[in-house]
């Protein structure tokens, strides 16, 4: 075991490897504990709800997390950009700027998302397709409570707080909502879909304000600082990772909402369940990203390219063998994981296969997006995830009416492997960076 740390350390660094086993270890540990925890959580709400309300707790869960990314403005993404850069560089003024500012735009797109549901559940017109008139309410309000959520995980991961910005919402609160329904259960009320958004929305505010505290305690080591702002950079680089952020969310989010505008609800609720048993392939990656943002921004600006890559290769390898062995588990188990959820839902183990492909590709190429938007490459980025999200819509509006559910897991799956095909191939190109698994066979530039 020593030897093998001591050719960790030689390839990556010793700087980078304490911040892999320190922040790195407590945040995948957090991520795997966390995706069982959601996985119980989204099975004990299909549990309590019926196979038709459940489907329009899939559908406005899913809108509540595109709602919340486009509220976040894509801040959570940049505050892992900006505010190691500026502590690096001794720009301490910046980062204290920056973090102000970044809470003053979100609480005012958060309002106004607020103040348009409250009219539009008024006019009861969204009673049809998400269950209840006063839905669009549920859905800003967990969607207020979910931009904050991401944004003070950022920061937090920027701090290297990893146990703060990750361990409430992916333990506690996934705890805290399943437990709180069934109490209410017990209690004797009708739960459904409606006041379970609004369960989720409380509790997610609640933990925000706990991580608010924390942030607020490590910025006031930085004693008397007065903030200042970098207007012109910050519009130029926020602008493409917001979009990028929305059209992200959207391929990950909306074929949920697709598929219950074009098929039933019960469907719908199907194909939420195989959605998020697929989407547990990408936890590792995810964390691998999470933690990796903020060295990559501070490797990346302080011309460290080939501890850099060498960075992307130790997550690459991770990330590749923990995929392999969920993949393996999908396949044998998918049938039994879906039945969880409810009986009916085990026919959507094909559904669940084409899934998993497309996230199976998307863990294989590493953490691309996290590189690119770490490196200047926002643009890029954008350009590419606008493409392949036109692919997808147009492709599931045309393959559901005739597919079903099938039709959307295909184009999602597509849209994800054509995405992270491209991407590579800028990052090669531009950087001479890999983060994927191919990045250790055939070595880019940097390598």
Not at 48 to 66: E, K, M, Q, R
Request: glycine content about 10%; proline content about 3%; hydrophobic content about 55%.
């Amino acid at each position: 075991m020593q030897r093998l740390l001591g050719m960790v350390e030689r390839a990556v660094g010793a700087e980078a490897l304490n911040r892999l086993l320190g922040p790195g270890l407590w945040a995948l540990s957090i991520k795997v504990f966390g995706a069982a925890l959601s996985y119980i959580m989204f099975v004990a709400f299909a549990r309590f709800l019926t196979p038709v309300d459940y489907g329009y707790f899939g559908i406005a869960f899913n809108l509540s997390i595109l709602f919340s990314t486009i509220c976040g403005l894509g801040l959570a993404t940049a505050v892992m950009r900006f505010y190691p850069q500026y502590l690096t560089t001794g720009q301490t003024s910046l980062a204290i700027g920056f973090t102000q500012s970044s809470l003053s735009w979100m609480a005012i797109c958060c309002s106004l998302l607020v103040v348009v549901s409250i009219l539009f559940s008024l006019s009861g017109m969204a009673t049809t397709k998400l269950g209840y008139a006063d839905a669009p309410l549920a859905i800003a309000a967990l969607a207020s409570a979910s931009a904050f959520a991401d944004y003070f995980a950022g920061l937090l991961r920027a701090q290297g707080k990893v146990i703060w910005a990750m361990a409430p919402r992916d333990i506690f609160w996934r705890i805290l909502a399943p437990l709180s329904a069934l109490v209410l259960i017990l209690l004797g009320f009708k739960l459904d879909g409606r006041i379970s958004i609004y369960i989720c929305g409380a509790l997610q505010l609640l933990l925000v304000a706990m991580q608010l505290r924390k942030s607020r305690l490590q910025m006031r080591e930085f004693g008397s600082h007065s903030p200042e702002t970098d207007w012109p950079l910050w519009r130029k680089t926020v602008g493409p990772l917001w979009a990028s952020a929305v059209l992200y969310a959207m391929i990950q989010q909306l074929d949920v909402v697709v598929v219950g505008s074009l098929a039933p609800a019960a469907e719908a609720g199907a194909y939420f369940a195989a959605q998020k048993t697929a989407s547990l392939l990408g936890l590792v990656m995810l964390a691998g990203g999470l933690v990796g943002a903020p060295l990559m921004s501070a490797n990346y600006h302080s011309g460290k390219l080939r501890e850099l890559q060498r960075l992307c290769g130790l997550l690459g390898i991770t990330i590749a063998v923990s995929t392999i062995i969920g993949l393996f588990v999908l396949i044998v188990f998918g049938h039994q994981l879906l039945g969880l959820f409810d009986a009916s839902f085990s026919n959507a183990y094909g559904v669940l296969l084409v899934l998993a492909v497309g996230y199976f590709v998307d863990a294989m190429a590493g953490p691309n997006a996290y590189l690119m938007q770490m490196t200047g490459l926002e643009s890029a980025y954008l350009k590419i995830m606008g493409t392949c999200y036109s692919f997808v819509l147009a492709a599931q509006l045309f393959l559901v009416p005739i597919y079903g559910s099938m039709g959307a897991a295909i184009a999602s799956a597509c849209g994800i492997v054509i995405w992270n095909v491209v991407a590579i191939a800028v990052l090669r190109k531009s950087k001479g960076l890999d983060p994927s698994v191919f990045g250790l066979l055939f070595k880019p530039k940097n390598g």
